[in-house]
């Protein structure tokens, strides 16, 4: 399942963002008008995003799976399973949302000359990689925690 949702995400970055990418990059202007911006600004992120946190979902699993391989099978339901893609997904989003909603620094007139960027809104800037980097550090600490362990360090 983990794999799919993954897939949906960076099937999405391929269909969506990189042929607008591409265009954006040889005509060296953005010529699709500030609605097509928004829209292939926000779908870069959250697609991005969601695959960033797939991955660390992924590794996660994993990481359950050898740690505990006992008690792993009757702990890694399906339901578990879609919990875990429906929270990469949700934050994902609370991560792409804002500029959309407001936190943006985006002008009023947009013309072509306008350069279609995310916005570098200090702020967004911020809660944007800090969600990201204490999302995938979340489970970091106790993955170096139980690694120390193993390895009988005095910091353990």
């Not at 995400?9 to 097509?36: C, E, H, R």
């Not at 292939?40 to 660390?56: E, F, P, Q």
């Amino acid at each position: 399942m983990f794999i799919v949702s993954l897939a949906v995400a960076d099937i999405t970055v391929a269909i969506l963002v990189m042929p607008l990418n591409v265009a954006y990059t040889l005509m060296s202007q953005w010529k699709f008008g500030l609605p097509i911006c928004k829209m292939w600004l926000t779908c870069d992120v959250l697609c991005c995003t969601a695959s960033i946190l797939h991955l660390s979902a992924i590794a996660l699993d994993r990481y359950w799976a050898i740690h505990d391989p006992i008690n792993y099978a009757s702990k890694r339901t399906l339901k578990r399973v879609l919990i875990m893609i429906a929270a990469v997904w949700v934050v994902s989003m609370i991560i792409s949302a804002p500029p959309l909603i407001g936190w943006n620094d985006w002008p009023e007139d947009f013309t072509e000359e306008t350069p279609c960027m995310l916005t570098e809104e200090r702020g967004y800037v911020i809660y944007r990689e800090r969600l990201v980097l204490h999302t995938t550090d979340h489970h970091d600490g106790g993955l170096h925690q139980d690694l120390r362990s193993c390895q009988g360090s005095p910091e353990a």
